[in-house]
T-cell receptor
C-alpha cells in the first residue's frame, strides 16, 4: 500500500544552519504531497503542499519540491530559527485520507 | 472563527472501561477525519466522514472502535473495553470537502488517552 518514509530524528541544528529533512513516498498514481508541522503544545497544521510533479510548495521560508523521478519531497530551509523547533510530518493523500510519515523532531539551538 | 475542538483534552481510564471522545469540526465543514498518534506508530488514519456517512472505515484497528457523526457536525469516537495499547493521542480534523489533496484539513488539539 501507499506509504511515506522520512528521516528519523531528532535532528539538532544551530540557529541559522541549513535544514534538510528527507522524505520519500510509495504510491500508485500521483498523490498530493504535504508537510505538516506540530509546534510544542499546539495542534498539527499544514506547512506546505504540492499537488503535481515538479511543483514547489513554500511557506515560512520552508520549501519542498515534488520529485516524481525520485519519489521524494524533501523539506528545506536556508536558515533555521529557534522558533522552528517542532515535529515535522511528511504526508500524501490517498482516497480522502492522509497517510503520514512517522515524524521528525527538530531542535534548534540558539 | 473557532477551529476544530476536541474534548476531553486528557482522559485516563482503567483497562476494560469504555470511553467516548468528542470532536466539534469547523462550522460548515462537511468532511471529518479521525487519526491516532502514538509513539512508534506515527499518525494513523482511523475513519473519515462525509456528512453523516463514513465511506472509509478501513483504519479502525478493531471492532472495539466505532464512530458516528450526527447532524453533519459533531462526531464521537467510542472505544469499548479499552486496552493499554489504545493509549495515544486521538486527533480530529475537518475540511470543507472531501478529497484530501484538494482541501486543507484543519486539526484539533487532540485528546490524550491513557489506559492504566
Amino acid at each position: 500500500g501507499d506509504s511515506v518514509t522520512q528521516m528519523e530524528g531528532p535532528v539538532t541544528l544551530s540557529e541559522e544552519a541549513f535544514l534538510t529533512i528527507n522524505c520519500t513516498y510509495t504510491a500508485t498514481g500521483y498523490p498530493s504531497l504535504f508537510w505538516y508541522v506540530q509546534y510544542p503544545g499546539e495542534g498539527l497544521q499544514l506547512l506546505l503542499k504540492a499537488t503535481k510533479a515538479d511543483d514547489k510548495g513554500s511557506n515560512k521560508g520552508f520549501e519542498a519540491t515534488y520529485r516524481k523521478e525520485t519519489t521524494s519531497f524533501h523539506l528545506e530551509k536556508g536558515s533555521v530559527q529557534v522558533s522552528d523547533s517542532a515535529v515535522y510530518f511528511c504526508a500524501l493523500d490517498r482516497d480522502d485520507k492522509i497517510i503520514f510519515g512517522k515524524g521528525t523532531r527538530l531542535h534548534i539551538l540558539p | 472563527g473557532a477551529g476544530v475542538s476536541q474534548s476531553p483534552s486528557n482522559k485516563v481510564t482503567e483497562k476494560g472501561k469504555d470511553v467516548e471522545l468528542r470532536c466539534d469540526p469547523i462550522s460548515g465543514h462537511t468532511a471529518l477525519y479521525w487519526y491516532r498518534q502514538s509513539l512508534g506508530q506515527g499518525l494513523e488514519f482511523l475513519i473519515y466522514f462525509q456528512g453523516n456517512s463514513a465511506p472509509d472505515k478501513s483504519g479502525l484497528p478493531s471492532d472495539r472502535f466505532s464512530a458516528e457523526r450526527t447532524g453533519g457536525s459533531v462526531s464521537t469516537l467510542t472505544i469499548q473495553r479499552t486496552q493499554q495499547e489504545d493509549s495515544a493521542v486521538y486527533l480530529c480534523a475537518s475540511s470543507s470537502e472531501g478529497l484530501a489533496g484538494a482541501y486543507e484539513q484543519y486539526f484539533g488539539p487532540g485528546t490524550r488517552l491513557t489506559v492504566t
